[in-house]
């Protein structure tokens, strides 16, 4: 079982930035694969980025590509979304998943759409123009 915990989020002017973090515990081969997802009011929930740690790869949808950054600690129990020059398109709330997949080409955004996996409960991210 694995366990997702966001935190970080909040309000900020268009233009500032924000660090989003999960702490994830549980068994570690259900979460090589980590995932950020955003939800906006009447929205559906969509990938933003992801990671998968062995190999150092990272997928980003266009819309946040060059402003935000997703790593993780090496012990990989913490995942960072590193949110810079926000727009007031990013509000919405922004989730932690994880997943279990035998290569990172499972992590890529052609996957982004099943919903299996783990989910946290999610963190409010407003940006103010």
């Avoid at 935190?7 to 549980?26: E, T």
Wanted: aromatic share 10%; proline share 4%; with cysteine.
């Amino acid at each position: 079982h694995v366990q997702l915990v966001e935190s970080g989020g909040g309000s900020v002017q268009a233009g500032g930035s924000l660090r989003l973090s999960c702490s994830a515990s549980g068994y570690i081969r259900a979460r090589n694969c980590m995932l950020w997802f955003r939800q906006a009011s009447g929205g559906k929930r969509d990938g933003v980025a992801s990671i998968y740690p062995s190999r150092g790869t990272t997928f980003y949808d266009d819309s946040v590509k060059g402003r935000f950054t997703i790593s993780q600690d090496n012990a990989q129990n913490t995942l960072y979304l590193q949110m810079d020059n926000l727009k007031p398109e990013d509000t919405a709330v922004y989730y932690c998943s994880a997943r279990g997949v035998p290569s990172d080409s499972l992590c890529s955004p052609d996957h982004w759409g099943s919903d299996v996996g783990y989910w946290g409960p999610g963190t409010q991210v407003t940006v103010s123009s």
